[in-house]
């Protein structure tokens, strides 16, 4: 039988080359924090636990990592020592232990899963995952000899001939649950760092007589994130990999470079997006709906056969069902759109609730905010909500309504009914000319008075 697996996410580290007041595993990548994608790929192994290692006070880590523990590792004295702050939330556990950074997120569950997979076969104390990197430098040396990994040296330590070595430490481990106790214990800090290193588990396992193996992954898996420009870099490499995969699922893109994806994005079967649209976190997409060029859209369930942008604004806590037109310069913030409902041009649709085949007109707007409150519309199906209105919330407007074009709307409308909320026009005949040579003249008055 094969023993589950647990993992540790070691993110105690100062993370100072970010130059930031954010924890550096909070940072967004694809409008996930660093870390979610680390615990997205943990979570695929269906390990038995998964335990978070981070710094004093880190509330918002410890959140981010919810509903997994964590443990505080009071002093970031190394690696080796921050696995040792998990042990005891580790205790019992005999199978096979996974370290892997939070600052590492583009690593997939299928290299993961065949490091653990050989590992078992080979019964190996130890199993790395190794690269072979462009630029070998930042990175510790994978130490192999006649198929077995020797040790690992970390860069600063290492000499010329070790230097020259390019296959490099990716950082995740997996080790054998009834060993990493010893192991750990056997580390010792005589480096230049004065660091306590979790690579210092190879040697002691070799020395001790037991099998350790390297296994190698591909490098654009193990972009570790130190800096705000390897933070653009891997959004670069997410967001190809989102995209890769929408298109793979019958996506239309015409320009798939300029389409941002979120990691939680879900676009169905044919659906089609045009240019520049970003999505942020929290956004569905049903079959066959259209998304034209430069539309911002978060936190929305949109259902089938809708038609949205160019230039939309969909804002959180919206829901847009099936058939529904959404068009240009029209923002929409936590506001449902019933069936087949239009706002097609210039709107401001927000805290609403728009019936089923309703149409708010062009230059319509939601009045929902008086300075302190929140006020939410509601429209009834069938509405006619005429261009230019101001729907002052709270309002109702009820079912079939037709609210005539420029009305300010400050009580309810039942429905049926018909609302002006303008005044009444005055015309008056044979008036133009005699209006045009009144201007004209206080015009040339004007004129004169400056010359003087
Ligand atoms: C580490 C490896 C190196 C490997 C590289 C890959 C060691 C000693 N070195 O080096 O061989 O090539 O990653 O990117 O393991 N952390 C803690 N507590 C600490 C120190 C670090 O939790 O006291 C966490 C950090 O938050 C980070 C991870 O461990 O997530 C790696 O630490 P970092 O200092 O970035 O290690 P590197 O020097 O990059
Ligand atoms: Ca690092």
Not at 354 to 379: C, F, L, P, Q
Not at 425 to 445: E, G, I, M, S
């Amino acid at each position: 039988m094969k023993s589950p697996i647990a993992v540790v996410v070691l993110a105690a580290g100062a993370g100072t080359r970010m130059k930031s007041a954010l924890p550096k595993v909070l940072h967004p990548l694809a409008g996930w924090p660093l870390v979610r994608h680390v615990l997205q790929t943990a979570t695929r192994l269906k390990p038995v636990k998964i335990v978070g290692v981070i710094a004093p006070g880190a509330k918002a880590v410890a959140q981010a990592f919810a509903p997994h523990p964590t443990v505080v590792q009071k002093q970031p004295l190394g690696t080796a020592h921050a696995a040792r702050a998990a042990l005891a939330a580790l205790k019992g556990h005999r199978g096979p232990v996974l370290v892997v950074f939070g600052d590492c997120p583009l690593i997939t569950t299928a290299t993961v899963q065949r490091l653990v997979d050989a590992c078992r076969q080979q019964a190996a104390a130890i199993g790395v995952l190794g690269f072979y990197a462009r630029d070998p430098s930042p990175y510790g040396r994978l130490i192999v000899r006649r198929g077995m990994l020797e040790r690992i040296v970390e860069s600063r330590d290492a000499d010329e001939s070790e230097k020259a070595v390019d296959f490099c430490n990716s950082g995740v481990m997996c080790i054998d649950g009834t060993l990493l106790p010893h192991l750990l214990a056997a580390i010792k800090n005589d480096n230049v760092k004065r660091e306590f290193y979790l690579t210092e588990a190879v040697a002691i396992a070799r020395a001790k007589g037991h099998g350790v193996i390297a296994l190698e992954g591909p490098e654009s898996e193990f972009l570790g994130i130190n800096s705000r420009a390897e933070l653009a870099a891997a959004e670069k490499v997410v967001q190809q990999r989102l995209r890769a995969a929408a298109l793979e699922a019958g996506v239309s893109m015409v320009d798939p470079d300029t389409v941002w994806l979120a990691a939680d994005t879900k676009l169905a079967a044919d659906v089609s997006i045009g240019p520049n649209v970003r999505f942020g976190t929290g956004v569905s997409v049903g079959a066959g709906s259209e998304i034209k060029a430069f539309c911002d859209i978060e936190g929305v369930r949109i259902g089938r056969g809708a038609q949205i942008g160019p230039f939309a604004r969909i804002r959180p806590g919206s829901d847009v069902a099936d058939g529904v037109h959404i068009g240009n310069f029209v923002e929409l913030k936590a506001t449902r759109m019933g069936r087949g409902a239009k706002a097609n041009h210039l709107a401001y649709v927000g805290d609403s609730d728009i019936g089923e085949a309703s149409n708010i007109g062009a230059g319509t707007i939601a009045v929902n905010y008086d300075g302190y409150g929140k006020w939410r519309t509601v429209v009834g199906p069938q509405a006619f909500i005429g261009s230019n209105s101001s729907l002052i919330a709270p309002v109702r407007i009820g079912r079939g309504a037709n609210v005539t074009a420029g009305s300010v709307i400050t009580e309810d409308v039942p429905a049926g009914a018909v609302a002006f909320g303008r005044a009444r026009q005055v015309t008056k005949k044979r008036r133009a000319d005699p209006l045009r040579a009144k201007l004209k003249a206080r015009a040339a008055t004007a004129k004169r008075e400056r010359r003087k």
